[in-house]
């Protein structure tokens, strides 16, 4: 938005600066003489002198004058004054009158004027797509995305992608995504890498994750890096999980170490992780320490370091309990021993009693860490409620947990502690994994086959909407319950 005839040194709060820049005439008695004549350029002119010296009666008097005489300039101003200092049924005369006459920017205004104030999305749509249809990039895009809250699922492809072959990275990121919520990888990858190549970090990190997903590990951390180097920290966090993959420690330290420094908690731990591995134990004890309290992991780490660098069992029986009361299994067996030590009874902890539902601590497998994070980015990408990535690995881990792949069908894994009798008398693998797992814990095969459909849609995006937060919450019970009467809950 720009207020016509200003100039950078406009002192207006609220008003912006002028999208064409014009020399100030010396004279101001002959304009105010041509002015009263009739003459509206001159009004025009009068009205932004007014304006540079704050005198917004004084603005408003030769706008109006100039408007009235025809200038355009001068009613897309006055429309900017109102929708600031007037009413917004004044603004929206003033733009309607500038947008008639065919300028793209108080079309663009006035549209924004309907949908917000008013409410009016059919008007709203009408002005935006006269401006898009006059090359303005920003109604383009404001038009996009309201053909997506509106359902209008072609017309939001089609403005995106005016948008965004205008120059609007954030269209074709969008339009990734749009892709990918359809199944279309390939397109999700050619809009994120245009929006990637353009200096969009976030695209950048979700095309990373897509080739990560995909096992296309060198593809994916060129992306990252790309990512990284504007700080995105997502993408420092994935370079450290390739480094500690290959087994290049001080990489992955120092990877982890810098996404840690912006606050992502897991690379707390995970630098905590590296820094134990190079036998850097005070550096472990720092990063482990700062992300104890949200971590349970992290908090059993950190309580194990404690007893073995320093013996220092009183702090060790606080963070194994603070673990303990989130569900780590590791924690709840170091309390276990550790409270005797001081004198006091396993008895006494509520947290060994009625333990909590389990904690998910096995390593997530980065391909679906991966599409765990592109599912819930798909889902927030508009301001939706969406599930936690961490949740969303465990549903993915828990069914390859209590299955697994033989042959390309389904068979269950019987080595982690299930009973060794197999499924069925003929055969090694059930060819209906989901009656079986049914047959086998006592659960409803309906929460089984939900818990399959909700995996199936964050594995292959297209197949049925996003899970809700709340979907995943009752999935994840199911999960859990599953793993529990399976005798797996220990991970």
């Known amino acids: 938005m720009t207020l016509v005839g200003a100039t950078e040194a406009t002192a207006w709060a609220g008003l912006p600066v002028p999208r064409t820049p014009e020399p100030l005439d010396p004279a101001e008695a002959n304009l105010v003489d041509r002015a009263r004549c009739g003459d509206r350029d001159a009004a025009h002119r009068l009205g932004r002198l007014c304006a540079e010296r704050d005198d917004r009666l004084g603005a408003r008097h030769w706008w109006e004058r100039a408007a009235r005489a025809g200038n355009v300039d001068s009613a897309y101003n006055l429309g900017l004054w109102h929708r600031t200092h007037g009413t917004t049924e004044e603004a929206i005369g003033w733009f309607e009158l500038a947008a008639g006459t065919g300028d793209a920017d108080a079309a663009t205004n006035l549209a924004s004027l309907l949908l ?65 919520a359809a199944g279309d990888e390939a397109e999700a990858l050619h809009w994120w890498e245009y929006a990637a190549r353009g200096g969009h970090a976030e695209a950048a990190y979700d095309m990373a994750l897509l080739l990560h997903a995909a096992r296309d590990e060198k593809g994916a951390a060129a992306f990252y890096r790309l990512a990284a180097r504007a700080d995105h920290p997502g993408a420092a966090f994935r370079l450290g999980d390739l480094a500690l993959c290959r087994g290049d420690l001080p990489t992955a330290r120092a990877c982890f170490e810098r996404a840690a420094r912006t606050g992502r908690p897991d690379a707390r731990r995970m630098a905590g992780l590296a820094c134990t591995r190079m036998d850097d134990k005070p550096a472990a004890a720092h990063w482990y320490g700062q992300a104890a309290a949200d971590d349970p992991e992290a908090a059993f780490r950190f309580g194990l370091l404690l007893v073995a660098e320093h013996n220092d069992l009183k702090g060790a029986r606080h963070w194994f309990r603070r673990a303990a009361e989130r569900g780590h299994h590791g924690a709840m067996v170091e309390l276990r021993m550790l409270l005797p030590l001081l004198g006091a009874s396993p008895e006494a902890e509520e947290c060994l009693l009625d333990p909590p539902p389990p904690y998910w601590s096995r390593p997530a497998e980065p391909a679906q860490a991966a599409r765990a994070e592109l599912a819930v980015a798909a889902a927030r990408r508009r301001g939706d409620a969406a599930a936690e990535p961490a949740d969303l690995v465990e549903i993915l881990g828990t069914w390859d947990l209590v299955t697994g792949e033989l042959g390309g069908l389904p068979c269950f894994d019987l080595p982690i502690g299930a009973s060794s009798a197999a499924p069925d008398a003929d055969a090694a693998v059930p060819a209906d994994i989901v009656g079986w797992l049914a047959r086998a814990s006592g659960l409803h095969r309906a929460a089984i086959e939900h818990l399959a459909l909700v995996r199936a849609t964050l594995l292959r995006p297209g197949t049925a909407p996003w899970p809700t937060p709340a979907e995943v919450e009752h999935v994840l019970g199911t999960a859990r319950n599953l793993r529990g009467r399976l005798e797996l809950g220990r991970v």
């Open 116 to 180: 917000e104030r008013r409410g009016d999305t059919d008007g709203a749509r009408t002005w935006f797509e006269r401006a898009a249809e006059d090359g303005s990039r920003h109604a383009a895009r404001r038009l996009a995305l309201l053909c997506e809250d509106q359902g209008d699922g072609m017309g939001a492809r089609r403005w995106h992608f005016r948008a965004a072959l205008d120059g609007d990275l954030r269209s074709a990121h969008d339009l990734g995504f749009l892709g990918y």
